[in-house]
């Protein structure tokens, strides 16, 4: 029973102690600023093909159509900011969030966390892009609709990403300890819809071009003109052209 109440007091205390350190760290870091950025919709346009599934209650097949996306890509193109990391422990991050447009804010879907890939760090240029997928790209996690409005907000955060060893279960989740700056403005993106083949491949109709059609008021001189023609052939009387041969003389 000693031995195993000495323990707990050992990890209690350890854990408290790096609670503390990790707390010191946290207040020594310098507070970011509110990010500016702007959104830009980029290509390339990509088709979704047909898909077929058979229909058990019908015993055919039920098809989708296919689509034609015009954007594969929302990029997120944020102004870095001043950034000294003197410890090489601390570094500054940007965190990215969305929600369909004018819903509330209980519907904000923040896009990294500090788990599995951690956040983007900004770059040593002076932006730091964030692209995003766009639906129907075929990729994993969150994607931007198309044919919809979405509001989009970024966060600047200075600090680190370690595990919390107060928290439970184990092993210890990952937490950023650090400053953030609180999230932006929002800017919101619309994506055009998407287009069914059936839209975007019918062949629009060339127009027929006019054929101009014959004046009845030019036919009128025309017949008029052939008639005295076969009125004058009629009445010419036909010339003899007939030459007679001369006789020839008789030799004595």
Same mark, same amino acid.
């Given at each position: 029973?000693?031995?195993?109440?000495?323990?707990?007091?050992?990890?209690?205390?350890?854990?408290?102690?790096?609670?503390?350190?990790?707390?010191?760290?946290?207040?020594?870091?310098?507070?970011?600023?509110?990010?500016?950025?702007?959104?830009?919709?980029?290509?390339?346009?990509?088709?979704?093909?047909?898909?077929?599934?058979?229909?058990?209650?019908?015993?055919?097949?039920?098809?989708?159509?296919?689509?034609?996306?015009?954007?594969?890509?929302?990029?997120?193109?944020?102004?870095?900011?001043?950034?000294?990391?003197?410890?090489?422990?601390?570094?500054?991050?940007?965190?990215?969030?969305?929600?369909?447009?004018?819903?509330?804010?209980?519907?904000?879907?923040?896009? *990294?966390?500090?788990?599995?890939?951690?956040?983007?760090? %900004? @770059?040593?240029?002076?932006?730091?892009? &964030? =692209?995003? #997928?766009?639906?129907?790209?075929?990729?994993?996690?969150?994607?931007?609709?198309?044919?919809?409005?979405?509001?989009?907000?970024?966060?600047?955060?200075?600090?680190?990403?370690?595990?919390?060893?107060?928290?439970?279960?184990?092993?210890?989740?990952?937490?950023? *300890?650090?400053?953030?700056?609180?999230?932006?403005?929002? %800017? @919101?993106?619309?994506?055009?819809?998407? &287009? =069914?083949? #059936?839209?975007?491949?019918?062949?629009?109709?060339?127009?027929?071009?006019?054929?101009?059609?014959?004046?009845?008021?030019?036919?009128?001189?025309?017949?008029?003109?052939?008639?005295?023609?076969?009125?004058?052939?009629?009445?010419?009387?036909?010339?003899?052209?007939?030459?007679?041969?001369?006789?020839?003389?008789?030799?004595?």
């Amino acid at each position: 029973m000693s031995e195993s109440l000495a323990i707990t007091v050992i990890f209690i205390l350890v854990a408290s102690t790096l609670t503390m350190v990790e707390s010191v760290n946290a207040q020594s870091v310098l507070k970011p600023s509110v990010p500016e950025f702007t959104v830009e919709m980029i290509g390339p346009s990509f088709d979704i093909p047909p898909t077929y599934s058979f229909n058990s209650n019908t015993g055919l097949f039920d098809a989708n159509d296919g689509y034609h996306i015009e954007y594969s890509t929302v990029k997120i193109v944020i102004n870095n900011q001043p950034f000294s990391n003197q410890t090489n422990f601390d570094f500054l991050y940007y965190n990215v969030r969305i929600k369909p447009h004018n819903y509330v804010d209980s519907y904000w879907n923040e896009l *990294f966390h500090a788990g599995a890939d951690g956040y983007p760090i %900004q @770059t040593l240029s002076n932006y730091t892009t &964030i =692209p995003l #997928s766009v639906e129907g790209a075929q990729v994993l996690g969150v994607t931007i609709p198309t044919g919809a409005a979405t509001d989009i907000q970024v966060e600047a955060m200075i600090g680190h990403i370690g595990r919390n060893q107060t928290m439970i279960p184990y092993p210890y989740p990952y937490v950023f *300890f650090g400053e953030t700056s609180g999230w932006s403005k929002t %800017q @919101t993106v619309t994506l055009p819809p998407k &287009i =069914p083949f #059936s839209a975007s491949t019918t062949p629009t109709p060339s127009p027929t071009p006019n054929v101009p059609e014959f004046p009845w008021i030019a036919v009128l001189p025309l017949f008029t003109i052939m008639l005295l023609v076969a009125v004058k052939l009629k009445s010419k009387p036909a010339s003899a052209l007939v030459k007679r041969k001369s006789p020839q003389a008789k030799c004595k």
